[in-house]
């Protein structure tokens, strides 16, 4: 089977207080007080109709500064390398990203954001509305991360961040 290219262009950019990957929290969960904005291009802006009825949203991104693809990396927390599928770790080798963030309020092209784990000027691909109805999924499993202990990820999780 022959590997095609896949491109996509970035529909808008999310600006968020985060500028170094060292003080960005992990995960949105330890980033509940960030607050940003998601600028959505002119010409994709009257897709975000319908959207402000929604408490939550995901945001699909580019990780843009992750570096090199690895196929095993140490997870977060963690000193055991595992494999970046098993991980969200950014060096993933299409560097794609998920965030589910609480939607505070649309102005036009612009929607406003809180729990957001996002570095400043991050390329969006494609938002997606967040559906209990469908994602909220009861686990019977998570994998390693069940050997995380939670106070630490709490504390941990937060990186750098005030």
Not at 47 to 54: I, K, P, Q, R, V
Not at 55 to 65: A, F, K, M, V
Not at 73 to 96: H, M, S, W
Request: charge should be negative; hydrophobic fraction near 35%.
């Amino acid at each position: 089977m022959s590997q095609k290219k896949i491109c996509f262009p970035p529909i808008g950019v999310i600006h968020s207080e985060h500028t170094e990957t060292a003080s960005t929290p992990i995960q949105p969960v330890y980033a509940p007080s960030c607050t940003g904005t998601v600028e959505v291009f002119p010409e994709y802006a009257e897709g975000l109709d319908d959207l402000d009825g929604f408490s939550h949203i995901y945001l699909i991104y580019h990780l843009d500064r992750a570096g090199e693809p690895r196929l095993k990396v140490k997870p977060f927390l963690q000193d055991v390398e595992r494999g970046v599928f098993a991980t969200r770790a950014p060096c993933r080798p299409n560097g794609i990203g998920l965030s589910i963030v609480r939607l505070i309020r649309r102005e036009g092209a612009v929607l406003y954001v809180q729990g957001l784990d996002v570095l400043d000027g991050t390329p969006l691909l494609d938002i997606k509305p967040y559906v209990s109805r469908f994602d909220c999924v009861q686990t019977d499993r998570n994998g390693w991360q069940d050997e995380v202990n939670e106070e630490d990820a709490q504390v941990l999780g937060k990186r750098n961040y005030r």
